[in-house]
């Protein structure tokens, strides 16, 4: 039997359940399954206040591979909107497995880590990581894993929003990771508006109560979390699921403590899961997150990864100095009164290696804030 009649034998139930005529092919006849209207979709209304208005898109196109078995699977292939800037997002996340070239061992993952990365392991554990029985730190950027006879010879690479900051050659590790043949197993793509002027929270609940966020006549899962009774410790909008296509909308400035803020941040989390997530969003990133969603068309506002390393850091300074002058600031004050008022004697005293865990994805900038000071 050709593996052609045995994927349609497999996949015939639910074939005869959507009723497709003889003579349209396979392929069509799945695809024809992915648009499916439930009556909350059809039922739809728009809010007479509201005026935004969104068409039903198709953001992700979708092929018919073989799987394990000779099982049929739907594989998703995200589009990108080309009428954006690559540059109205950035990566804040990455995930990559590989199979190591032939005759090549760990050690030579480390050195491209360094030379196409710019990224340094500074530890190799004892212990292993999902599966895996090895792992080697990069610093508090990521990691490396690899080892163990279930994962069949590939190791992995998990690099965190700050290691993807000091990721400054993103072409070269595109180039990279189509020559070796890497998977991106999970990529985070993020659009930040510092003053929550085209993106915030009323902005979103509009976009879901239109329509923004429905993709081939589907609506996707709404979900809120957070401070949504005195909304100053900040509030997110989850829309998707985790796993799969995931996209959050949350107010990042109040979430890093300042209940002020207006910074609010858009993150679209994408992972392999039935999915093929391409090398070019890593070069493409804005035209990625515009295309995710009809409501996200709209993003035009060029991305500065420093301007908000530098917001993030300003507001964790902040929010430390006000905290220890709330706790200690009447024990300082005691102090130096016990000491003549000699700061530095109260300072040896009081000062701690290290710093605080709040700070640590912001060691380095706060390193290139030092340096910057003009010494007296």
Not at 189 to 216: A, K, M, P, Y
Request: glycine share 8%; proline share 3%; with cysteine.
């Amino acid at each position: 039997m050709s593996k052609h009649n045995l994927i349609k034998d497999k996949l015939k139930p639910a074939l005869d359940s959507v009723h497709v005529p003889q003579d349209v092919p396979l392929a069509s006849a799945l695809l024809s399954r992915l648009v499916i209207r439930d009556k909350s979709s059809e039922e739809h209304v728009q809010p007479s206040n509201m005026s935004l208005t969104f068409s039903i898109e198709q953001t992700e196109r979708v092929t018919l591979a073989a799987g394990r078995n000779n099982i049929g699977t739907l594989l998703f292939h995200p589009i990108p909107n080309d009428e954006s800037h690559h540059t109205v997002a950035h990566v804040d996340w990455l995930g990559i497995t590989l199979r190591l070239p032939e005759g090549k061992g760990i050690d030579w993952l480390f050195q491209e880590l360094k030379s196409v990365f710019d990224l340094a392991v500074t530890r190799v554990r004892h212990t292993g990581w999902n599966g895996y029985l090895h792992r080697a730190d990069i610093g508090k950027l990521g990691l490396v894993a690899w080892g163990g006879k279930a994962q069949r010879g590939t190791a992995h690479i998990e690099i965190n929003g700050t290691g993807c900051a000091h990721i400054s050659d993103w072409r070269q590790v595109q180039s990279w990771g189509t020559q070796h043949f890497a998977r991106i197993t999970r990529i985070d793509l993020t659009h930040d508006d510092l003053e929550g002027i085209q993106c915030n929270i009323d902005r979103v609940l509009e976009w879901q109560s239109s329509g923004g966020f429905n993709c081939g006549g589907r609506n996707a899962k709404v979900k809120l979390a957070g401070d949504w009774h005195d909304c100053t410790e900040g509030r997110t909008v989850y829309i998707g699921t985790r796993g799969n296509k995931m996209l959050r909308c949350y107010e990042k400035g109040k979430q890093l403590d300042d209940p002020a803020s207006r910074w609010f941040r858009v993150e679209l989390e994408l992972r392999n899961k039935n999915r093929l997530l391409p090398w070019d969003m890593l070069t493409r990133a804005g035209q990625y997150l515009s295309g995710a969603y009809p409501c996200l068309a709209f993003l035009s506002a060029e991305q500065c990864k420093l301007r908000t390393t530098q917001k993030a850091t300003d507001i964790s300074l902040e929010s430390m100095t006000g905290n220890a002058a709330r706790l200690s600031g009447k024990a300082i004050n005691v102090l130096m009164h016990l000491h003549c008022e000699d700061a530095n004697v109260v300072v040896d005293l009081l000062r701690r290696d290290r710093i605080p865990k709040r700070l640590e994805p912001y060691e380095e900038h706060l390193k290139a804030m030092h340096d910057r000071k003009p010494t007296s």
